[in-house]
Each structure stands twice: as C-alpha cells, then as structure tokens.
C-alpha cells in the first residue's frame, strides 16, 4: 500500500520561509517522478514542482521559480520542498504527489499522478 506523509507546514510570517517533506513508503521511490501541488479554498489546484526520478531535472511553477527549491533523498524515500520570501498568496494546503512515469510525461495539472498525499497546511500571514 503505497502512503505519501507531509509535513512541515504551519504559519509564518511575509518574507518567511518553510521547509516541507513527504516520506514515501509503498513503491520503490526511485522509480517515481515526484511532485508537490497546492489548492486554496474556492482555488484550483495549482502546480508548484516537479523532479525527475534521480533529481536531475526539476521544474516549478512560474510564481515559484526563485523561491522554491525541490530536491530529493532517494535513500531516504523522501521529497522536500524549500519555500522562501513566502507571500500571503503561497498560503494553500499543500500536497505531494508521485507518478510512475517519466519526469516528461507528467503533466502539470496532476494527471498521471497516481498517489497523493493527505497535505499540510500552510498559511502566510502580513
């Protein structure tokens, strides 16, 4: 049974930063292209980034680049997300999510993805 567990979310202030993981278990974690999404309420859900199965290749949504930052340990079945000079807009719960296929073959509304985290809430307050 394959489960996706976020965590590192919570509140911070404008300016701030946060650091989120997901710890895989389930599947073989290298085999997978991993991705974090994010939905407000009343919001679709919006694409964040996105990296490759050996973490050579990432991709981020176009408010994010320059600010977010996707790596990976494979050796620990883990994804992180590193989130600076958050905004009060970045506030969303935030999901991770793995897809059996090639890093080029994803698709940027979460199609394909097959298993998704339960999400962490982030809030940034003014």
């Known amino acids: 049974q394959v489960q996706l567990v976020e965590s590192g979310g919570g509140l911070v202030q404008a300016g701030g930063s946060l650091r989120l993981s997901c710890a895989v278990s389930g599947l073989t974690f290298s085999w997978y292209t991993m991705a974090w999404f994010r939905q407000a309420p009343g919001k679709e859900r919006q694409f964040v980034a996105a990296?490759?199965?050996?973490?050579?290749?990432?991709s981020y949504g176009d408010s994010m680049k320059g600010r977010f930052t996707c790596s990976r340990e494979n050796d620990k079945n883990t994804v992180h997300l590193q989130m600076n000079s958050l905004k009060p807009e970045d506030s969303a719960v935030y999901y991770c999510?793995?897809?059996?296929?090639?890093?080029?073959?994803?698709?940027?509304?979460?199609?394909?993805?097959?298993?998704w985290g339960q999400g962490t809430q982030v809030t940034v307050f003014p």
């Open positions: 990296i490759s199965w050996r973490g050579g290749k990432t």
């Open positions: 999510a793995a897809a059996a296929a090639g890093f080029s073959d994803t698709k940027l509304t979460g199609d394909g993805y097959a298993d």
